[in-house]
């Protein structure tokens, strides 16, 4: 039993349910929409064990998308084989997606920018659309309380013999 090679080997805590999420599936989960091309997260549930991802499945994200819906699975893409990433299709079971929110912050920016370009044309102004890095902090005295800055210095070796 050393060296065992089984398909689910070593997912005891990997698929089992949260602390007080155990039980019956809530009917959200089967209540969500999906589309071909939406952007998907893997994430397998013990309590359901038909239409499980494999385990080297399990956190990923599905960034090709879905690329088929059925009335109980969905299929997605990408994985990566050594150096490469292969489209890769699965059928995994709706109860062991959700929705990936990896894409939001990206298209609110993209709402951002269009609003902003939208009032610099209103404006006849150019406006900065790019993400800039963090400025560094502005010039500021630090407060010492009256007390006398330490000079710290290395201790030079000595050989004990």
């Not at 349910?17 to 989960?29: I, M, S, Y």
């Not at 549930?45 to 998308?65: D, E, I, L, S, W």
């Not at 902003?116 to 630090?142: D, S, Y």
Request: hydrophobic residues 30%; charged residues 30%; proline residues 5%.
């Amino acid at each position: 039993m050393t060296n065992t090679k089984g398909k689910r080997r070593g997912i005891q805590y990997m698929f089992s349910r949260p602390f007080r999420k155990h039980g019956v599936v809530p009917l959200a989960t089967y209540m969500r929409i999906y589309k071909k091309g939406d952007i998907v997260d893997i994430k397998g549930m013990g309590t359901v064990q038909k239409g499980m991802p494999f385990k080297c499945c399990h956190g990923k994200t599905g960034r090709a998308g879905v690329y088929s819906v059925t009335q109980h699975a969905v299929g997605i893409v990408n994985k990566q084989v050594k150096g490469e990433i292969l489209a890769k299709r699965i059928n995994v079971h709706i109860e062991h997606i959700k929705h990936s929110k990896s894409r939001d912050s990206f298209l609110k920016r993209v709402k951002e920018n269009d609003q902003k370009k939208k009032e610099a044309k209103e404006k006849g102004t150019w406006v900065q659309l790019k993400c800039q890095p963090a400025p560094p902090r502005e010039a500021h005295f630090v407060r010492t309380n009256g007390k006398e800055p330490e000079f710290l210095e290395l201790i030079p070796y000595e050989f004990m013999a």
